[in-house]
C-alpha cells in the first residue's frame, strides 16, 4: 500500500476541459436583462440599451445610450455622459462557485466511472 495521490486520467481531463468550456461559453453569452436603465438628465428622460454577461448570475454589465441622445445633448451645449461598464463581483464570485459546483462532480464522476471500469477488466477470468 502506497502514499494516496490524487491522479486524474485522459478521460477524466478531458470531459473536465468540455465542461470548463461549455461552462465558459455559457458565462460568456450576453443577455439583455428584463430592467433596463432609464436616467432623468436635464428636461428629457433617456432610454438605455443595456446588456449583461455571466451565468446564472450577471458579472458584468455595460450601457450605452442611443446615437441620436449624445447628438441632441450636445445640440443643447451639454456633455454627455460616457458608455457606463459595470463589474458586479459577487455576481462573479458567484458564478465561479456555481462553475465550480458543477465542474468537480463531473470530474469526480467521470474518473469513478473509469476506475469502475478498469477495476471490472482486471477482475474478469479468461
Not at 481531463?13 to 432609464?38: Q, S, T
Not at 442611443?66 to 464570485?93: I, T
Request: net charge positive.
Amino acid at each position: 500500500m502506497g502514499r494516496f495521490r490524487l491522479q486524474c486520467g485522459l478521460w477524466t481531463a478531458v470531459v473536465v476541459m468540455l465542461v470548463a468550456g461549455g461552462m465558459l461559453g455559457i458565462n460568456m453569452r450576453r443577455y439583455h436583462p428584463p430592467i433596463h436603465y432609464h436616467a432623468v438628465r436635464g428636461p428629457f428622460l433617456i432610454c438605455v440599451d443595456s446588456f449583461a454577461t455571466g451565468w446564472p448570475f450577471p458579472a458584468y454589465g455595460f450601457r450605452t445610450k442611443p446615437d441620436w441622445v449624445e447628438k441632441f445633448m450636445r445640440w443643447r451645449g451639454q456633455v454627455p455622459a460616457g458608455d457606463e461598464v459595470e463589474w458586479h463581483w459577487f455576481g462573479l464570485s458567484g458564478d465561479v462557485l456555481v462553475a465550480l459546483a458543477i465542474i468537480i462532480p463531473a470530474g469526480v464522476l467521470c474518473e469513478w466511472l473509469v476506475r469502475r471500469r478498469g477495476a471490472s477488466l482486471r477482475n474478469r477470468t479468461p
